[in-house]
C-alpha cells in the first residue's frame, strides 16, 4: 500500500477511535483519561521532513479539537511531539542504518528499548503538556502530577497493547528505486 494513502487511513482511523470509542470512556478514577490519538504523529515515516511533520501534527490535532470542541487543546501537544520527535530519534538511533532499513518507527524498525523510551518519554510530554493547557493551573500539584502520571501510564499501556495486538510489520527500504 502507498505510504500516502496508509497514513491518510491511518489519520481517519485514529481520529474515529478516539472521538467514538475513547472519549466516551467514563474517566477511571479522577486521574485517567485514555487517550491514543497521537501515536499516529509516532508512527509517521522516518523520511517526512520537520516542517511537514509539524503541519500535519497541526493539522491532526486541530481535526481533533474541531470534533471535540476543544479550541487548540490537542493541536498544541501534537505540535510540540512533534517538534520533539525528530531530535529524540537522533539521539536513540544511528541514523544512517534505521532510516535507510526501515520506513517507520516501531518495534521491529528500533527495538524494545528505544521504542520503549521513544513512546514513553513523547508519551510524558504530551499528557504534560495536555493537562497543563487543560487545567492551566498548578493549584493542587500533586494532583496534577498524579493526572499526568495516570494517564500516561494507561496510555503507554494502550500503545503497548496495540503494537502487540496490531503487529505492524517493519516495511525494510532496499536500495532498488
Not at 501515536?39 to 509517521?44: R, T
Request: charged residues 10%; positive net charge; hydrophobic residues 55%.
Amino acid at each position: 500500500m502507498n505510504s500516502l494513502l496508509k497514513n491518510i487511513i491511518r489519520f481517519a482511523l485514529f481520529l474515529l477511535l478516539q472521538i467514538v470509542v475513547l472519549n466516551e470512556v467514563p474517566p477511571v478514577h479522577r486521574f485517567i483519561i485514555p487517550y491514543l490519538y497521537f501515536l499516529y504523529i509516532l508512527w509517521l515515516p522516518f523520511s517526512i521532513n520537520r516542517f511537514s511533520l509539524l503541519i500535519v501534527a497541526f493539522l491532526f490535532g486541530l481535526s481533533l479539537d474541531y470534533f471535540t470542541g476543544t479550541t487548540g487543546l490537542h493541536a498544541a501537544p501534537c505540535v510540540l511531539i512533534a517538534y520533539i520527535r525528530p531530535y529524540l530519534l537522533n539521539l536513540l538511533l544511528p541514523q544512517e542504518t534505521i532510516e535507510q532499513s526501515y520506513a517507520e518507527p516501531g518495534i521491529n524498525s528500533m527495538g524494545w528499548a528505544p521504542y520503549a523510551v521513544y513512546v514513553g518519554f513523547l508519551t510524558f510530554v504530551h499528557h504534560f503538556y495536555l493537562v497543563l493547557i487543560e487545567w492551566l493551573q498548578f493549584g493542587d500539584f500533586v494532583y496534577f502530577l498524579g493526572k499526568v502520571i495516570g494517564t500516561t501510564l494507561v496510555s503507554f499501556m494502550m500503545i503497548v497493547l496495540s503494537e502487540l495486538l496490531f503487529l505492524r510489520k517493519g516495511k525494510y527500504r532496499t536500495n532498488a528505486a
